[in-house]
């Protein structure tokens, strides 16, 4: 992209959010993030601006307001710019809605659940203590004071630091650039704040200082001074964020870094211990890889003392906590050393040692490996990476042993990376999911959660599902339902049912314990991601008889046409699946028209996801099929048909499938097909009618059976041009596409110039060849076509002749 | 000279083998052999009855890397357990015994004992401050170097000073170090780093039948 620096997501207090590019030229808004794809649509959609302040003057009131009210404290649009930018915060979390993902977020303060969604956040402080801020840390710039510019800011482009004056936007908004350029593919980023600098020279803490001091003897130490120092500092509270950015500050993270580059084990020991410990911290994490400390550490994992394999491994589990950082880890051949660290023989003697703790320390080596493969395991080229270095049998043996603090790691590695195809087939055959099952018995609720997870990713595999029956896995599955209050643990458990549940037997058995009637039980006061997989297990369900009825017998239907009115995506196309399956009863049609279930379905096809609208449709299918009057109920929504009618514009094929069944079912009534007809249906249909995707055509053609069957649609088909493309269609290798195309015909070869179309297209042979089919329907509709051609043909001849 | 005293050999080994409990019966040999190879390259006489203190210097530092003169003082009157100025044939073997393969009891005490310069029991500030004297690089814009001393020393006794009587008991000591690790050698690397340990071990334990 020329010229431009960074993309921003601003959400200001009182307008949505908005997608900016900065660039050279200015700042203008963009075509917004593709949450599918997380691409940025780089397109412009606005006006260039000058800088982000005149920007977001204009889109936003209250910024205007309240940029006014610091006015006159300032000199200059350009400083205000530039504060500007350390004062918004962007929290910029890209995520697709399909799956729930769960987070290894070590900081209880950035601890989120996910479904992820955009959550932007607007910290604004007050005013006044703002300017303070900025206009300390300006003077700092300005005066460029010892003790401060050495901080290894390598973030902030040195002009910034030297000309305040002179900045432009440009600059203001490069500060917020490694915000943005990381996008996160399928797992959490880290909130990045602007940094907190100190309020003033006078206001630092103690530790500053006495943290100052020592990182002093820990430069001009040696080897037993570096010690002491380093075994001084871990003193402090090092989980506080003051104690971290004072060490940052001082220029505490090089020496640290540089620590780990000598020969000196202890020195490395007292540093990764410090290190370990303050890179919890967001901006501490992205400092050290800055600085270059992840290969360093890659190169320890080499080293033959086992604590510091084990201290080096769990600091990269905490620094790999973005994309950079994994990438960097993979970069430096770390996947493969990691995956090394899992590999401990069970019975090693080695003749020079004769310590009995030689087994424990391998354990905690493979325990570390395994901490950081789930960090870095989030990168979804580092799950392929894991897999190629042979990851997998080595994870599998290590969910044979009973230690729990290994386990964790291990399944959560097995999860993140189950979601790869490639992953789930390696997963079978080493008999992962028999300790999966074994594992969902534990006491410990996060080794439960993470093994239910795995499940859910693996289960996508029919085999899989079968493999969870065959080892009683859908019992324990089931009991976990009862206990609600871990919401974490039941988002996962109910996941895993859902995805089992799409296997019949499983869903036998899940009868058998009562299942179904607990999911019904959660269905109100359960969070979203609780909510989308609950559904999506009784949507599968309820593709039995038996349990159709089950559902209905414990109130199971309200609650579910109530969600039809939520705005999560994911949880709609779940809910309108399962009330779709469940309108295949008559008995249960009856309830949800009388909730006005069928209306608020057909709202849903003004829903601008085409997911959502896809699932609506094919939902509104057995609704009309089996509801009473249902012709009549279809007219009472006033536009409705209109509606249907025009989502055959649409461009996506999964809509137009869905569209064209409901239209199938709306055309049995007569008065309604007249309707539709009058709003343009047949020659919308027409225009489908060349395509190659065998579920349009199925439902196409079907369509078009059905909508011959008033006036002169069979006439207006033939002049629109759809009879030909619909011959082609008995190439296809479908039985269900031949079934609906011979019907379509055959109400097409009604009309001679059809038939004519149709004799001129080669429909004759291809249609004797159906003649012989075992479907029955399509015998039928194939012999009725033929026969008016030849009738018609007949009849040409006769005419000839006479 | 090997076969005229192999009966001899075999009598030091029976006896110090019985001391120490880390080493098998083989490695005492090879660390017996040693010992005399030792003396052989520094003592004229035949019959003198031990390592001085300058051949042990000159071994640690050969073998072990080790630069500090006070601590490789301290270490040899570790091992010169009787303090005759000469380390015998088992001071040899029981000191190695502690100094290659000790326990971290065994090693904390021997650090301790190192470390106690006057060995009165207490670790006391000045003998930190002399051994921690060379510690930091000396500041050309420092006006007293010994600030930076003296601030170590209040930092090691402020971290390891447990019962607070401005002095390290080994009570206290010993706390520390099971606290962290670490702080086994704070004043001064007595215990060989793991790499020469290994390098030495393999190759005064080889059996000279493989090559």
């Known amino acids: ?802 | 000279m090997y076969t005229a005293n192999r009966k001899r050999l075999q009598k030091l080994t029976d006896c110090t083998s019985k001391a120490s409990k880390h080493f098998n019966r083989y490695e005492i040999e090879c660390l017996i052999k040693l010992f005399y190879t030792l003396l052989e390259e520094t003592a004229e006489k035949q019959s003198s009855i031990g390592i001085d203190r300058n051949a042990f210097r000159n071994f640690l530092h050969t073998t072990f890397g080790m630069t500090d003169d006070m601590i490789m003082d301290r270490v040899f009157r570790a091992f010169d357990k009787d303090n005759d100025g000469f380390v015998n044939v088992t001071e040899w073997i029981s000191g190695l015994c502690i100094f290659l393969r000790g326990n971290l009891e065994e090693r904390t005490k021997y650090c301790f004992e190192v470390y106690d310069l006057n060995g009165d029991g207490f670790i006391s500030r000045e003998e930190m401050f002399h051994m921690l004297k060379n510690s930091l690089l000396k500041q050309p814009s420092e006006e007293d170097p010994d600030e930076g001393i003296k601030d170590l020393v209040d930092i090691t006794l402020k971290k390891m000073d447990h019962d607070h009587d401005g002095k390290l008991s080994f009570a206290d000591y010993e706390t520390s170090v099971k606290e962290e690790a670490l702080l086994l050698e704070a004043f001064g690397p007595c215990l060989p780093d793991t790499k020469s340990h290994l390098e030495f071990e393999a190759q005064v334990f080889k059996d000279p039948h493989d090559l």
């Not at chain 1, 990168?379 to 042979?390: C, F, L, T, V, W």
């Not at chain 1, 709306?666 to 007249?674: H, P």
């Not at chain 1, 479908?734 to 011979?742: F, G, S």
């Open chain 1, 1 to 802: 992209m020329h010229g431009e620096i960074c993309y921003l997501i601003v959400k200001p207090h009182d307008c949505d959010s908005i997608c900016l590019t900065c660039s050279t030229a200015g700042i203008f808004v963009n075509g917004g993030i593709d949450n599918e794809a997380e691409e940025i649509d780089y397109e412009r959609h606005s006006e260039i601006y000058k800088d982000l302040v005149t920007f977001l003057r204009e889109k936003s009131a209250k910024f205007s307001e309240n940029m006014s009210k610091q006015q006159h404290s300032f000199f200059g649009d350009k400083k205000k710019g530039k504060k500007k930018s350390t004062s918004v915060t962007e929290k910029e979390e890209v995520c697709t809605l399909s799956k729930p993902s769960l987070a290894l977020e070590k900081s209880p303060s950035e601890k989120r659940r996910t479904l992820k969604k955009l959550e932007p956040v607007l910290k604004w402080t007050c005013p006044v203590t703002q300017e303070k801020k900025n206009s300390a840390k300006e003077s700092q710039d300005e005066k460029s004071t010892p003790s401060i510019t050495e901080k290894p800011k390598s973030t902030s482009p040195p002009t910034l630091a030297g000309k305040p004056q002179s900045l432009s936007r440009c600059k203001s908004s490069v500060k917020i650039e490694d915000l943005v350029s990381e996008s996160s593919s399928e797992s959490e980023e880290d909130e990045e704040q602007p940094d907190h600098r100190q309020e003033g020279q006078t206001d630092l803490p103690s530790e500053y200082w006495q943290i100052q001091k020592l990182v002093k003897y820990l430069k001009g130490g040696n080897q037993t001074a570096t010690v002491i120092a380093l075994c001084s500092m871990r003193d402090f509270n090092l989980t506080l964020e003051t104690c971290q950015l004072a060490i940052r500050d001082v220029g505490g993270l090089e020496v640290l870094i540089n620590l780990l580059d000598t020969d000196e084990v202890k020195c490395k020991i007292g540093s990764l211990k410090i290190l370990k410990e303050i890179s919890h911290n967001s901006q501490i994490r992205r400092a050290i890889v800055d600085l270059g400390g992840l290969p360093i550490m890659v190169k320890i994992l080499d080293s033959p003392d086992k604590n510091l394999k084990c201290l080096a491994a769990e600091t990269i589990a905490n620094v790999a906590n973005f994309r950079r950082a994994r990438r960097t880890v993979r970069q430096h051949g770390g996947i493969k050393k990691l995956v090394e660290l899992l590999d401990y023989a069970q019975s090693k003697t080695d003749p020079m040692h004769h310590h009995c703790l030689y087994e424990t320390k391998d354990v905690e080596v493979a325990r570390c490996g395994a901490l950081a493969l789930w960090s870095c395991s989030k990168s979804h080229i580092n799950k392929e990476a894991i897999r190629k270095a042979g990851g997998i049998p080595l994870l599998a043996r290590l969910l044979k042993s009973s230690h729990q603090n290994m386990l964790i790691p291990v399944v959560g590695t097995l999860q993140e990376c189950a979601s790869e195809e490639r992953y789930r087939a390696a997963i079978k055959a080493e008999r992962i999911i028999e300790n999966l099952v074994k594992n969902l018995s534990s006491e410990n609720e996060v080794l439960q959660e993470h093994c239910a997870m795995a499940i859910y990713q693996c289960a996508e595999d029919k085999e899989t599902r079968d493999l969870v029956r065959q080892h009683g896995g859908l019992k324990p599955l089931a009991t976990l339902l009862n206990n609600t209050d871990n919401k974490e643990r039941l988002a996962a458990v109910t996941g895993a049912i859902w995805k089992c549940a799409i296997c019949k037997e499983n869903v036998t058995k899940f009868r058998e314990y009562k299942a179904i009637e607990t999911l019904v039980g959660l269905l109100t006061d359960q969070p979203e991601e609780v909510l989308v997989n609950v559904v999506g297990a009784l949507g599968e369900c309820c593709q039995e008889h038996e349990n159709r009825v089950i559902i209905r017998k414990c109130g199971g239907i309200q609650p579910l046409v109530n969600l039809l009115v939520g705005t999560n995506q994911a949880l709609l196309v779940n809910v309108t699946k399962a009330v779709g399956a469940c309108a295949a009863e008559p008995e249960n049609m009856m309830i949800i028209d009388r909730l006005d279930g069928v209306r608020l379905l057909w709202s849903l096809l003004k829903n601008p996801h085409p997911d959502v609208k896809a699932s609506a449709a094919w939902a509104l299918c057995p609704c009309i099929e089996n509801a009473k009057d249902a012709g009549e109920m279809v007219r009472s929504f006033v536009g409705g048909l209109e509606l249907v009618v025009n989502l055959l514009k649409s461009e996506n094929k999964e809509v137009l499938a869905s569209v064209c069944a409901a239209i199938t079912n709306i055309a049995k009534d007569q008065e309604n097909l007249a309707v539709i007809t009058d709003h343009g249906v047949v020659p919308l249909l027409s225009k489908l009618a060349n395509t190659n995707n065998d579920k349009l055509r199925w439902h196409l053609a079907e369509a078009i059976s059905r909508c011959c069957m008033w006036g002169r649609n069979r006439i207006a088909f033939g002049e629109h041009k759809a009879v030909a493309p619909l011959v082609r269609y008995l190439k296809s290798k479908d039985t269900n596409v031949h079934r609906a195309t011979a019907q379509a015909l055959y109400q097409l070869s009604e009309d001679a110039n059809n038939c004519i179309t149709m004799h001129e297209n080669g429909a004759v042979r291809l249609l004797l060849d159906m003649v012989g089919s075992p479907d029955e329907v399509l015998q039928e509709a194939a012999a009725g076509c033929i026969s008016n051609i030849r009738r018609l043909a007949l009849a040409t001849e006769k005419a000839k002749y006479s």
